[in-house]
C-alpha cells in the first residue's frame, strides 16, 4: 500500500476532488453488485435449526447447510433456479395479491421516500419501490409477455445468483412495517413482496438465524426462547414476589387451569426479560386488582409469531397454537398482552389460516358487560381495549401521581397502528396514568409512525448499525420531544419495541426510557389492601 | 473586507456547496437536499443544520465545547452509516475546499487565500473532534452490543436453560454458535 505523506493528504484535503468519492452512481440499479460485509447481514440459519425445522409437518425447510453471505459460493442446490422460478409461480397462483402488487406498481414514487431503510441509508433499494423492482424484474422476465419479448427494456432480468444475492441482502432490510404502503395510492403491500421474498430465499435454505432459532423454539417448547413450561411458570411466580415485595399485593396467577374464562397470552419477553418484566407486573396486578378469571398458559407461552417472517405455513402454525390451546382449556376467550405482530397475524391472517375460531364466545368483559364486537371473528382483545374500557366504566382506581417521575411520549407500533389501527386507546389510557405526555410531530406517528428499525427478526447484535441508521427517524423524533419538553419516557405496545428502541435511545437520546404501556397502568394502580413502598421509579425501583 | 466578514457575507454559497457536495455521498441524495422536513428527512435536515451551526460558530471563534452539539448531528449519523472513518469525517474537513473555491471564484476575494491559515487550524480543531465522536459513536455501539447479548436471549437459549440442556442431550453436541 502506497504511503501518502501528510503535506501531500493536507493539500488533497484542500485542493484536490471530494474525500467522500464513490457512492454516486454511476450505473443503473440492476448493474450494481450488492456486496456483504459484517455489520449489513444477519447470520444466516443454523443448519440443525433448519433441519429440525424441515422435519416437522405442515412446513417445509429444505436445502440447511453451512454457508456465509460474504461467500462468492453460498452452496445454493444444482437446480436453484428452477426451485425459485417454480417457487414464484406457485405464489403468483396462490396468492391473488402478490400477482395485483406485481402488476398495478405504475411507480409513481409516492413511497420511495417513505420508508426508515431509505432515510437511514440514502440507498435506493432501499426504496419500496426499488425494492419491490428486485422481485418484479424477474417476474416480468418470466410470467409476462412483455417481458419476454422486451427483456431489458420492460425492466424485466432475468433470474440469477446476483439477484439472488440482491434479495437476501434487502427482503433483511424491510421490516414489514407498512408505512409505506399508507402512502401507495394503490395499496400495494410492501412487507407482502419482502414475505414472498422471503419464502423464496427459504426454498433454497437462505435464511437468518435470528428468525428460525426463535421459530425453531416456538414450534418446540411454545415460545421464543425455548423455555419449559417449568422455566416460563418460575419466571412468573418470580415477578410475583417482586409485586408483593413492592407492593405488598399477593398475586397468585394460575397456569394451563382448564375452565378460566379467559386465556391470556403475551410476547415472552414479558416473562423473562427486562423492560418487559415491568409491563408483565402491570398486567397481573391490573388483574388482581379486577379479580379476573383467567390463566397463562406454558404452552400458548408467545404471542409473537415468528413465522410472519418466514412462511405462510409457519406463521399459521404458530398462530393455530394458541387457539389449539385457548379450545384445549375451555376458555370463553383470549386476551393479549403488548405485541406487535401477533396482532397482525391476528387480525389481518388468522381468520383466513386458523378461522373461524367458534369454539370461542365474542369476547364479553366479565368487569364491565362491554362486549367487544371488533373482535367478533378473531374472539381476542388487546390488553389497551381491555383497559381502556375499564377506565371508562370507572372499575379501576389510579393515581396519576405515582408516575410523577415520567414525562411521556407515545410511540404507536407499526403492527398494532397500521395493522390493526390501534390509536385511540393508549392515548386515553395514557391520559389516566400520567400528569403529562406529549405527541411527536404529525408525519411520525399514529399511522405515519415510523418503525423502531429492528423488527421481523432484524432485532439481532450483529447489524447494529444498520439497525441504527433504520431507526434514526423514529429516534430523530423522540429527540425532538425530548429537547421541546423534556420527555424521559416513550411508551409502546410490542415487545421487540421495548428491547430494541431501549438500544436506539441509548444510541440517540440516552436520556429517555422505554416502557410499556401496562407498566405505567401498574404503577398508577390503587389496589385495596395494598401497602405500596414509596416507589420513586414506580415498578422498576430497586427496594 | 477582513476574511471572517467576506465568509460570512458568503454564508450563503459555502454552506449550500458544502451541505451539497455532503449529501452527495449518499447514493441517492436528492431527497436529502430537496426535503427541508426535519422528520421527514432526518439525514438531510440533520447534516444541513449542524453544518450550518458549525459554521457560524468556526466564524465565531467559538470555544470547543459549543462544537460539540452541531458534529454530533452530523458524526453520530454518519457512524452508523455505510462510510469508512475518513469518509464518515472528512465533510468537516472538506470546507476547507469550499471555502478556497468560494473565495477564488470571485476576483475581488482571490486575495484572501493567502490568509486562511488560521481558519484552517480551527477547521482541524473541528474535524479531531469529530474523530473523537466518531469513535465515541463506534465504541457506544458495541456497548450496545454487549448490553443486549448479556441481558438477551443467549443466556436463556444456551445456558442453563433446561431445554436447552435437554436439545443438547438430543443431539449429542452442544450448538454451534
Not at chain 1, 390488553?383 to 414525562?407: P, Q, Y
Amino acid at each position: 500500500m502506497a504511503v501518502v505523506k501528510v503535506d501531500k493528504l493536507a493539500r488533497s484535503v484542500v485542493e484536490g476532488p471530494s474525500l467522500m468519492t464513490g457512492s454516486i452512481p454511476t450505473k443503473p440499479w440492476m448493474e450494481i453488485p450488492v456486496k456483504f460485509k459484517p455489520g449489513n447481514y444477519a447470520y444466516t440459519t443454523k443448519p440443525d435449526i433448519l433441519k429440525y425445522l424441515d422435519s416437522q409437518q405442515g412446513v417445509s425447510f429444505p436445502n440447511a447447510r453451512e454457508w456465509n453471505p460474504e461467500d462468492d459460493d453460498w452452496k445454493l442446490p444444482e437446480n436453484w433456479k428452477e426451485i425459485i422460478i417454480n417457487g414464484l409461480a406457485d405464489r403468483l397462483d396462490r396468492f391473488r395479491s402478490l400477482k395485483i402488487f406485481m402488476d398495478c406498481c405504475v411507480r409513481c414514487g409516492a413511497c420511495a421516500d417513505k420508508c426508515h431503510f431509505f432515510l437511514g441509508t440514502g440507498d435506493p433499494k432501499n426504496m419500496p419501490v426499488l425494492r419491490a423492482e428486485l422481485l418484479r424484474s424477474v417476474y416480468r422476465n418470466d410470467f409476462t409477455l412483455a417481458g419476454k419479448l422486451l427483456g431489458k427494456m420492460a425492466g424485466a432480468r432475468e433470474m440469477t445468483v446476483g439477484v439472488l444475492k440482491e434479495w437476501f441482502m434487502y427482503a433483511y432490510q424491510c421490516t414489514e412495517c407498512r408505512r409505506c404502503s399508507v402512502f401507495c395510492p394503490y395499496g400495494i403491500d410492501t412487507a407482502e413482496i419482502t414475505m414472498m421474498l422471503r419464502e423464496l430465499l427459504h426454498l433454497v435454505g437462505c435464511g437468518i438465524n435470528w428468525a428460525m432459532e426463535p421459530v425453531a423454539n416456538s414450534n418446540r417448547t411454545g415460545n421464543h426462547m425455548g423455555l419449559t413450561p417449568q422455566a416460563f411458570k418460575g419466571n412468573i411466580d418470580f415477578l410475583c414476589e417482586d409485586i408483593e415485595n413492592l407492593t405488598g399485593v399477593k398475586v397468585n396467577p394460575t397456569f394451563n387451569r382448564k375452565g378460566a374464562e379467559i386465556l391470556f397470552i403475551t410476547p415472552s419477553a414479558d416473562v423473562f426479560a427486562e423492560p418487559g418484566l415491568f409491563t408483565c407486573m402491570g398486567y397481573l396486578l391490573l388483574f388482581e386488582a379486577i379479580g379476573l378469571d383467567y390463566t397463562w398458559s406454558t404452552y400458548a407461552s408467545e404471542g409473537g409469531n415468528f413465522g410472519l417472517f418466514t412462511s405462510n405455513e409457519m406463521m399459521k402454525k404458530l398462530n393455530g397454537k394458541m387457539y389449539a390451546e385457548a379450545k384445549r382449556l375451555g376458555v370463553k376467550w383470549i386476551l393479549g398482552g403488548e405485541c406487535g405482530h401477533m396482532w397482525r397475524v391476528v387480525h389481518q391472517y388468522m381468520n383466513t389460516m386458523n378461522g373461524p375460531a367458534d369454539f370461542l364466545e365474542v369476547p364479553r368483559s366479565p368487569i364491565t358487560g362491554t362486549v367487544f364486537e371488533n373482535a367478533k371473528a378473531t374472539k381476542m382483545v388487546h390488553i389497551s381495549e381491555f383497559t381502556a374500557d375499564l377506565i371508562k366504566n370507572g372499575k379501576i382506581t389510579l393515581d396519576k401521581s405515582r408516575n410523577s417521575h415520567v414525562k411521556a411520549t407515545w410511540h404507536d407500533s407499526c403492527n398494532t397502528a397500521r395493522a390493526m389501527g390501534l390509536l385511540e386507546e393508549p392515548r386515553y389510557i395514557l391520559d389516566h396514568v400520567v400528569d403529562q405526555w406529549w405527541e411527536m410531530p404529525e408525519n411520525t406517528i399514529r399511522e405515519k409512525t415510523f418503525c423502531c428499525g429492528s423488527g421481523t427478526a432484524l432485532n439481532t447484535d450483529e447489524i447494529m448499525e444498520l439497525r441504527m441508521r433504520a431507526g434514526l427517524p423514529r429516534a430523530n423524533a423522540v429527540r425532538y420531544v425530548h429537547e421541546k419538553h423534556g420527555v424521559n419516557h416513550l411508551g409502546c405496545v410490542c415487545a421487540i419495541d421495548r428491547a430494541t428502541l431501549t438500544t436506539l435511545m441509548n444510541y440517540w437520546v440516552p436520556e429517555v426510557t422505554v416502557c410499556g404501556l401496562s407498566e405505567l397502568v401498574g404503577n398508577a394502580l390503587v389496589i385495596e389492601g395494598e401497602q405500596r413502598q414509596e416507589l420513586d421509579e414506580g415498578l422498576r425501583t430497586l427496594v | 473586507m477582513n476574511l471572517i466578514e467576506t465568509l460570512k457575507s458568503k454564508r450563503k454559497q459555502i454552506l449550500s456547496t458544502w451541505v451539497d457536495r455532503t449529501l452527495d455521498s449518499y447514493v441517492s441524495s436528492g431527497f436529502f437536499k430537496r426535503s427541508r422536513d426535519k422528520f421527514a428527512n432526518p439525514v438531510g435536515v440533520n447534516i444541513r443544520e449542524g453544518l450550518s451551526s458549525l459554521f457560524d460558530l468556526l466564524l465565531s471563534k467559538a470555544p470547543r465545547e459549543e462544537y460539540l452539539a452541531p458534529l454530533d448531528q452530523v458524526i453520530r449519523i454518519r457512524a452508523v452509516q455505510e462510510f469508512t472513518p475518513a469518509q464518515a469525517v472528512a465533510p468537516i474537513l472538506e470546507l476547507k475546499w469550499v471555502v478556497r473555491q468560494v473565495l477564488s471564484a470571485d476576483k475581488n476575494t482571490r486575495h484572501l487565500l493567502s490568509e486562511l491559515d488560521s481558519f484552517d487550524c480551527d477547521i482541524d480543531r473541528a474535524a479531531l473532534a469529530a474523530f473523537d465522536m466518531y469513535t465515541a459513536c463506534r465504541e457506544q455501539l458495541y456497548e450496545n452490543r454487549i448490553r443486549e447479548l448479556k441481558s438477551g436471549s443467549y443466556i436463556l437459549t444456551d445456558s442453563g436453560c433446561p431445554s436447552s440442556l435437554a436439545r443438547r442431550g438430543i443431539q449429542d453436541k452442544p450448538p454451534v454458535h
